[in-house]
């Protein structure tokens, strides 16, 4: 069949809006009409120099839409189901085996699995890589696989919940799964983007005593504020962590870094009160590393730990993160700003500059 998708040809971050043929779906695997697709971070980076993501490609990691039809052996879902995309997972490694299917160890979001001669996405015959986080939903449509794909009520808005399936999973799934927070715990927040609003919002349903946010932009903090932090830091002029010292007397219970920049993510450390456990749920591309505080870690029992799409198993999170959406304590729409599929540019310019939040792409 003939798609439209955002195909990245370079390193310039700039793609063009072309016209592919797909083939399949394949065994196992899941066609999704694209209803709207969120812009993460990752796809910036991945769009860019020195990402890993071999070229002509499409990405996109963020969708939701209604299943079209399924491959031999689909029996999860079925045409005309409404479903949000997420990452995949090989469903028979230890960590599938123990339902924490984000920490497969069999599974590579960025490099296709398929042999080259089953791409299913060609431009005048030439392979495109169509397989980005097993999706590649910069595009009317798309192809997970049944362990990517998570049915979602019917009555919830579709294109909204694109971005359950990775940036707001991760934020509130770090604090919902794997620090499972109790009522009168503290968390301090570094960087206030999609992830971290996420991480806000999901304290504030585990009961947290207090949340401080910390951004670089006034305007995300103000939106902070009104999820749910209790406290907001503009980043930039006095150091940080005295700053939360003074807030908490004496430091808090979680740090979640979402910015992988070295100096802020020393000081999510450096904040943490005795056992409290500092998480990074990014890193930066070039590898550098950071200096490890041992006597800091030692003396107090305090934790550093990584934390890949919050701990997430899909098929239980994402539909309890909707119903959390449609209560009113998840409101993610807050976050959201609609843009046409054809100014895809625009949304990652916007996004790159911090101007808008979540862009969502609408596939009309
Ligand atoms: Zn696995
Ligand atoms: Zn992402």
């Given amino acids: 069949m003939k798609i439209k998708a955002a195909v990245f040809r370079d390193d310039s971050g700039v793609p063009s809006i072309e016209e592919l043929d797909l083939t399949g779906p394949g065994p196992g695997e899941v066609l999704v009409r694209i209803t709207a697709t969120g812009v993460c971070h990752t796809d910036l980076k991945s769009a860019g120099a020195g990402s890993p993501v071999p070229k002509p490609t499409v990405l996109g990691h963020e969708g939701a839409g209604i299943v079209e039809e399924v491959g031999a052996g689909v029996s999860k879902v079925a045409p005309g189901d409404p479903v949000v995309m997420t990452f995949d997972s090989c469903g028979a490694c230890p960590s599938c085996r123990d339902a924490q299917p984000s920490y497969c160890h069999n599974t590579n979001h960025f490099v296709s699995s398929r042999p080259q001669s089953e791409y299913y996405l060609k431009a005048d015959g030439e392979p495109v890589h169509g397989d980005f986080f097993s999706q590649s939903s910069f595009a009317t449509h798309a192809i997970g696989t049944e362990r990517s794909v998570v049915k979602v009520r019917d ?98 219970d979680f740090t979640l870094d979402t910015t992988s920049v070295p100096e802020v993510m020393s000081q999510a450390i450096q904040v ?4 409290g456990t500092c998480a ?27 934390i890949g799409e919050g701990g997430s198993n899909p098929d239980v999170f994402i539909p309890r993160l909707v119903d959390f959406f449609m209560d009113g304590r998840l409101p993610i729409d807050r976050l959201s700003t609609k843009y046409a599929f054809e100014d895809i540019a625009q949304a990652f310019h916007d996004s790159h500059e911090g101007d808008t939040i979540k862009p969502l792409l609408m596939m009309g």
Avoid: Y
Avoid at 218 to 223: I, P, V, W
Avoid at 272 to 275: C, E, H, Q, Y
Avoid at 280 to 306: E, Q, Y
């Fill in 155 to 252: 009555d919830a808005p579709l294109e909204q919940l694109g971005p359950l399936g990775c940036g707001v999973q991760t934020g509130a799934g770090a604090v919902l799964n794997e620090f499972k927070m109790k009522p009168g715990q503290t968390l301090a927040v570094f960087g206030s983007g999609t992830l971290g609003l996420s991480a806000i919002m999901a304290a504030r349903i585990s009961g947290a005593a207090r949340v401080i946010a910390i951004d670089r932009h006034a305007h995300r903090l103000e939106l902070a504020a009104e999820l749910g932090a209790d406290d907001t830091i503009l980043a930039g002029n006095e150091p940080i962590d005295e700053q939360v010292l003074d807030l908490t007397g004496g430091g808090v």
């Fill in 272 to 275: 943490l009160a005795p056992r």
């Fill in 280 to 306: 990074f749920v990014t890193g930066a591309w070039d590898g550098s590393p950071l200096p490890v505080p041992i006597r800091h870690l030692v003396g107090g029992g305090r934790i550093i730990r990584g």
